[in-house]
């Protein structure tokens, strides 16, 4: 059975799973919710399955993977085997050991970048546009001149200044993205705040941070959340591409990014191992995006006619 | 009549979705129009008048089909007709003018481009044919400056002036048929009266059939050779104009007719310390002075009403009140108390007292908040209720607007209708528990049915409650119905003020006197007879 084929076998066979899982979410839940999974396509059911995949693997990877993650088990560059399912790479650590723990390293790294690139973005746009004048030109210029900047030039100036350890890597990363969120988050905020019902709630008395939480946040969620999967994507691809450069995370941690650069020497060998990891990235971005495209088209408000 | 048929529909029916299913919005509708025939066709909002107007064009909306009936134009079946037919019909044969034509023209055209469209796509004019034909068709809808006014662009000329050049647009092709949407709902009081002259004498002045949409019967009453009264798709009944005014036949065509009957007793005049007097307030937007010393009191358990056109300063008056929009000079007391000027500045408990409804339901209440929340905030604030308490407190107003709680309770603002949302409104409102409520134009986006409901549970809940309601309206049948007081304004001053009885008896101020003339009465004759009298006293 060529390569192909089994790549072609094991999407239909996901496919597959998705519109199982699909049935049984709509038969378990009732109201409302039921009637959000009834217009679930089957992509984003697909999607919704492999982020769960990845999630699941991420969290249970210590229990999952044959190898340690950073031990040398065997010698270098070993083909696939019965012992060494991927094979090993270019010092003897086993790839399906180390392609496991990339999971947890790249998703979960990439995972609080964005989130905390949305927190500080959203909130401090969303506050910008409510409360104007001064506070909002300062933020807003300030952000335009972050932006001005090219954002992978940026993280790396910013890393080779603070050094490279994880946590800057999260926090340059989520600084770069949270001026793009703030953009989105601000623009979307402008046409709430002017709406009856904020002036309503200032009249109240509520303070800002109601304000935000309660009646904006609950409006702004629609192109925020899909914004959400859009950055998730980017940022996976930042990370993936600043390890590749040797500037994210750091060896012996187990990384998509530079196991594929790692053992890219394999390619010319006509090896696909070094693509797995590739491939990895590809299909989660793939299955975030089909999720977002279902949440756009939910917040858009079309129907199917 | 005994003319030709014009257009004829029958037994048409037209389903419209909602979700996965498709629900009958239009019953089985018989219509005949004869050429130079005006027909009236009324109803309150989802009766279906607009969707038999939009059919009548062999039109269905988005989320509409038409699936029973046949719809026939001057002996072509709009059914069966192919789009290219249709669309060389539409614009040429059949125009429509829809209710907002701030909406409805391109803001990026300049008018007399617009109008030029239509005939010399259609091939029936020359461009510059065109632009005279437009000029000569302004100056005949008495729009200012005819030769120039066509070369602006909608934002640069007013909305009785645009609802006219829209009006001239569709007569550009000198149509058989016209449909007029609501044309002169979104307007004032004096200026539906000039679009609605104008309409009339230019469907007579070209013996132009046009079948013309609205709620307001007294508006129908002045254009219409027939009307046609329609119920949740149904007819309920169809006669001549007078034949309709004088003896209606059906209970809900009287229904409709009575609806205006509603008033409140004469109160006596109130005493004491008012619950807000505004003093000498003058008010402006950057250096435009938008209030200039505006006085008047409110008392407890009275209504004062405060009338004029857009712009002349009523929801400007309310900003001021509530501390939105501080004043530059003058101030606002509280039960003979000053209020800090500005929002920031004022207490939790001076916010508590004066509470504000708003004309748009829609945009008032926060789509994604549960009535539950939507209700219970201003009681969790203000009053620190939690837990069940606040859930009894939601619950108890919920029946005071008459909602049944257990239904609603966790409803979404999206799943009420136009008048249930306004009744949250008031519901958030009273939740606070205030001696005053600012009412901005509650009823005015609301059909008359509907709105006469909220008018009388508004004064039920004043004779409950003691409230005070400042009524900001632009509609003098409201203000007859509900007001204990009248003010009206003008261009940010007050004009006169006084007790509603004095206000609606002579003598007036010239401008009251405009006002008070220019409210449609049920009466076929009344805008002839409106016109006659303007045009002899000037």
């Known amino acids: 059975m060529g390569f192909a084929a089994s790549i072609i076998l094991g999407l239909a066979g996901l496919f597959a799973l998705a519109w199982v899982l699909r049935l049984a979410v709509r038969r378990a839940l009732t109201g409302h919710a039921r009637s959000i999974a009834n217009d679930m396509p089957l992509t984003a059911a697909f999607g919704i399955l492999v982020i769960l995949i990845y999630a699941i693997v991420a969290i249970a990877a210590p229990a999952l993977a044959p190898f340690p993650e950073r031990e040398i088990v065997g010698g270098q560059f070993q083909p696939w085997s019965a012992e060494h399912l991927l094979g090993t790479d270019r010092i003897g650590r086993d790839m399906l050991s180390r392609l496991i723990y990339g999971a947890r390293n790249t998703v979960g790294i990439a995972f609080v970048t964005t989130a905390l690139a949305f927190v500080v973005g959203s909130v401090l746009g969303i506050w910008a546009a409510l409360t104007g004048g001064w506070i909002d030109q300062a933020l807003s210029r300030f952000v335009d001149a972050l932006m001005a900047i090219p954002a992978l030039i940026f993280s790396l100036l910013l890393l080779t200044i603070f050094g490279t350890s994880v946590v800057t890597?999260?926090?340059?990363?989520?600084?770069?993205?949270?001026?793009?969120?703030?953009?989105?988050?601000?623009?979307?905020?402008?046409?709430?705040?002017v709406m009856d019902y904020i002036e309503a709630a200032k009249l109240r008395?509520?303070?800002?941070?109601?304000?935000?939480?309660?009646?904006?946040?609950?409006?702004?969620?629609?192109?925020?959340?899909?914004?959400?999967?859009?950055?998730?994507?980017?940022?996976?691809?930042?990370?993936?591409?600043?390890?590749?450069?040797?500037?994210?995370?750091?060896p012996p941690t187990a990384d998509w990014g530079s196991m594929v650069k790692d053992n890219a020497t394999l390619i010319t060998f006509g090896d696909i191992t070094p693509l797995l990891p590739a491939g990895c990235i590809a299909l989660l971005t793939v299955a975030v995006n089909f999720v977002v495209d279902w949440q756009l088209y939910r917040a858009s408000g079309l129907k199917e006619q | 009549m005994g003319r030709d048929v014009l257009l004829k529909i029958e037994g048409l029916r037209i389903e419209g979705r909602s979700g996965d299913t498709w629900t009958e919005i239009v019953k089985g509708i018989d219509l005949t129009l004869h050429k130079g025939e005006v027909l009236g066709l009324i109803g309150e909002s989802g009766a279906g008048k607009s969707t038999v107007g939009l059919a009548a064009m062999g039109f269905a909306r988005d989320g509409c089909r038409i699936t029973g009936g046949s719809i026939l134009f001057d002996g072509i079946d709009l059914r069966k007709a192919s789009e290219a037919k249709k669309r060389d019909l539409r614009g040429a044969r059949i125009a429509y003018v829809a209710q907002?034509?701030?909406?409805?023209?391109?803001?990026?055209?300049?008018?007399?481009?617009?109008?030029?469209?239509?005939p010399v796509v259609h091939g029936v004019m020359s461009r510059d044919k065109a632009e005279h034909d437009a000029i000569d068709l302004y100056r005949r809808m008495q729009l200012p400056d005819p030769d120039g006014i066509g070369f602006r662009y909608p934002h640069q000329v007013s909305g009785g002036q645009l609802q006219r050049a829209m009006t001239a647009m569709a007569m550009s092709c000198r149509p058989d048929l016209i449909i007029f949407d609501e044309p002169t709902t979104a307007l004032d009081v004096t200026t539906q009266i000039e679009v609605l002259a104008a309409i009339r004498d230019i469907v007579r002045q070209f013996d132009t059939?046009?079948?013309?949409?609205?709620?307001?019967?007294?508006?129908?009453?002045?254009?219409?050779?027939?009307?046609?009264?329609?119920?949740?798709?149904?007819?309920?009944?169809?006669?001549?104009?007078?034949?309709?005014?004088?003896?209606?036949?059906?209970?809900?065509?009287?229904?409709?007719?009575?609806?205006?009957?509603?008033?409140?007793?004469?109160?006596?005049?109130?005493?004491?310390?008012?619950?807000?007097?505004?003093?000498?307030?003058?008010?402006?937007?950057?250096?435009?002075?938008?209030?200039?010393?505006?006085?008047?009191?409110?008392?407890?358990?009275?209504?004062?009403?405060?009338?004029?056109?857009?712009?002349?300063?009523?929801?400007?008056?309310?900003?001021?009140?509530?501390?939105?929009?501080?004043?530059?000079?003058?101030?606002?007391l509280f039960e003979g108390k000053p209020l800090p000027p500005a929002l920031k500045g004022r207490t939790r408990e001076q916010l508590r007292q004066v509470q504000m409804i708003y004309q748009m339901a829609d945009t008032a209440l926060n789509p994604k908040l549960k009535l539950r929340e939507l209700i219970g905030r201003p009681a969790q604030m203000y009053l620190g209720l939690q837990g069940k308490a606040l859930d009894d407190r939601v619950r108890d107003l919920l029946n005071l607007i008459?909602?049944?709680?257990?239904?609603?309770?966790?409803?979404?603002?999206?799943?009420?209708?136009?008048?249930?949302?306004?009744?949250?409104?008031?519901?958030?409102?009273?939740?606070?528990?205030?001696?005053?409520?600012?009412?901005?134009?509650?009823?005015?986006?609301?059909?008359?049915?509907?709105?006469?409901?909220?008018?009388?549970?508004?004064?039920r809940l004043q004779g409950e409650f003691g409230l005070a309601y400042m009524f900001i309206t632009h509609d003098l049948a409201t203000v007859?119905?509900?007001?204990?007081?009248?003010?009206?304004?003008?261009?940010?001053?007050?004009?006169?003020?006084?007790?509603?009885a004095e206000m609606f008896a002579p003598p007036h101020e010239p401008y009251t006197d405009l006002l008070l003339s220019s409210v449609p009465e049920m009466d076929p004759d009344w805008l002839t007879r409106l016109l006659e009298s303007r045009a002899a006293a000037s």
């Open chain 2, 480 to 500: 007859r119905a509900i007001a204990d007081e009248v003010v009206v304004m003008q261009r940010g001053r007050v004009i006169e003020q006084g007790p509603k």
């Open chain 1, 169 to 193: 890597l999260v926090l340059v990363i989520a600084a770069v993205d949270a001026t793009r969120v703030f953009r989105l988050a601000r623009a979307v905020a402008q046409g709430i705040v």
């Open chain 2, 100 to 118: 907002s034509a701030a909406a409805s023209f391109n803001p990026a055209h300049k008018l007399i481009d617009q109008y030029c469209e239509a």
């Open chain 2, 402 to 459: 008459e909602l049944e709680p257990a239904k609603y309770i966790d409803r979404l603002p999206g799943e009420l209708s136009g008048g249930q949302k306004q009744r949250i409104g008031i519901a958030r409102a009273l939740a606070a528990e205030p001696q005053l409520i600012i009412c901005d134009e509650v009823t005015s986006a609301l059909d008359q049915i509907v709105q006469e409901g909220i008018l009388k549970l508004l004064n």
């Open chain 2, 209 to 332: 059939a046009a079948i013309y949409i609205t709620h307001d019967l007294a508006v129908v009453a002045q254009a219409a050779d027939r009307i046609k009264v329609l119920l949740r798709g149904e007819e309920v009944e169809e006669a001549p104009t007078r034949q309709m005014l004088d003896a209606p036949r059906e209970a809900y065509t009287k229904s409709l007719w009575a609806v205006r009957s509603f008033a409140r007793p004469e109160q006596p005049p109130a005493a004491g310390t008012p619950v807000v007097s505004v003093k000498g307030v003058t008010a402006a937007y950057g250096t435009v002075n938008v209030l200039e010393d505006v006085s008047f009191d409110i008392h407890a358990g009275r209504t004062v009403a405060v009338v004029g056109e857009s712009g002349s300063g009523k929801s400007t008056t309310a900003r001021v009140i509530t501390g939105l929009l501080p004043p530059k000079s003058g101030a606002v």
């Open chain 1, 205 to 250: 008395g509520e303070g800002s941070w109601f304000l935000i939480r309660r009646e904006i946040l609950p409006n702004a969620m629609a192109p925020l959340v899909a914004e959400f999967g859009l950055r998730f994507c980017f940022v996976f691809l930042a990370i993936s591409s600043l390890s590749f450069l040797g500037l994210g995370i750091q």
